[in-house]
C-alpha cells in the first residue's frame, strides 16, 4: 500500500489567494469526543493537528451536548477484547452518531483497530484507523477531510458548488478505511490511486459507496493537478489538489467508503 506509520503530517500549505480573505474567514471547530481515550492523551495530540493559521479549532468535547461543532469526530478505542464480544464504547458512540446528525451536526467515528473489529450494529460513516496509532490517524483524516473542506469553503461560488468531501461521507451509512500513497509526481501517483481502485473492485464485497481523494502536491510538480477518476468510479470520487512547499513529491490521503454491512477490503 506504500504506506509508513511513522510519516511526517507537517506540510506547510500554500493558501496563496486565500490568505487575504482568511482573517474574516469562518474558524471551523472541530470536536473530539472520546470513547476508551485518556483525555490527557487526547490533549497532547491536538498540538500536531494542522489548524491553517488559526483556520481550524480542535477541541476535545467534555460537554458534547453543549454549543455547535462543525464537525464531531468520535475517537473509539474498542472495549472488548476479541471479535464477537460487546463493545459499551461503540455503542456510546454509535448512539451519540445518531443524536447528533439528528441535530444537524456532521458526525464521524474514528475507530482504533482494523475493520473486522466494528460494532456490528452501527448508524452513519466509521473509519477504521488499522493498525496506526489513534493519533497518527486523526492526523491524516484532517488531511483528508479537514483542510479540503475549509479551502472548499474559502473558493469561489462554482467551487463550492462541487460536492464537500464532508457530507459524501456523513450523509451515508459507511465503514471506511483510511489509506496513504506518495510518489514521486503527481502522474505517478496517479497510477497509484488506480491500482487502489482496481483493487477495490476486484476484491471488495461490494462496490464503494464514494472515493474521496485529498491530493498534496509540490508547487514545483508540473504534473496533472488532480485525479481525474475513471469508470466506474468517476461518479463516485471527490477529488481535491492542495498545494505544499518545502518538500517533494505528490502525497494523497483517500478515503474509501463501503456500505457498512460490507467488509470492503481486508483491513
Known amino acids: 500500500m506504500n504506506e509508513s506509520i511513522g510519516i511526517d503530517l507537517g506540510f506547510d500549505y500554500r493558501l496563496g489567494q486565500h490568505d487575504a480573505s482568511a482573517l474574516n474567514a469562518k474558524v471551523m471547530r472541530v470536536c473530539l ?8 492523551a487526547a490533549a497532547a495530540w491536538l498540538a500536531d493537528l494542522p489548524t491553517l493559521g488559526g483556520r481550524v479549532s480542535w477541541e476535545i468535547a467534555r460537554e458534547p451536548e453543549a454549543g455547535r461543532a462543525d464537525l464531531m469526530i468520535h475517537l473509539v478505542k474498542p472495549s472488548r477484547p476479541a471479535s ?35 460494532p456490528a450494529f452501527r448508524s452513519g460513516c466509521w ?13 491524516m483524516l484532517a488531511h483528508a477531510l ?42 505517478a501517483l496517479h497510477q497509484q490511486i ?17 472515493v ?17 477518476g475513471r469508470e466506474p468510479w468517476e461518479a463516485m470520487t471527490v477529488a481535491h489538489s492542495l498545494a505544499f512547499t518545502g518538500r517533494s513529491g505528490a502525497h494523497a490521503f483517500i478515503v474509501l467508503a463501503f456500505p457498512w454491512l460490507a467488509a470492503g477490503l481486508n483491513g
Open 33 to 40: 469526543r472520546l470513547w476508551g481515550i485518556d483525555e490527557r
Open 194 to 210: 488506480d491500482a487502489l481502485m482496481a483493487d477495490a473492485r476486484r476484491f471488495a464485497v461490494t462496490q464503494p459507496l464514494a
Open 212 to 228: 474521496t481523494i485529498s491530493e498534496l502536491r509540490n508547487v514545483q510538480d508540473a504534473g496533472s493537478a488532480t485525479h481525474s
Open 127 to 139: 473509519i477504521s484507523a488499522g493498525v496506526r496509532p489513534m493519533e497518527h490517524a486523526l492526523g
Open 84 to 118: 464477537g464480544a460487546f463493545c459499551w464504547n461503540g455503542v456510546g458512540a454509535n448512539e451519540a452518531i445518531r443524536r447528533g446528525s439528528a441535530a444537524g451536526t456532521p458526525q464521524i467515528a474514528l475507530f482504533s483497530g482494523k475493520a473486522s473489529r466494528l
Open 146 to 187: 479537514v483542510i479540503p473542506q475549509i479551502l472548499r469553503d474559502d473558493a469561489g461560488t462554482r467551487a463550492r458548488q462541487c460536492l464537500s468531501p464532508l457530507r459524501v461521507l456523513t450523509d451515508a451509512d459507511s465503514s471506511c478505511l483510511l489509506i496513504y500513497h506518495r510518489a514521486p509526481s503527481s502522474a
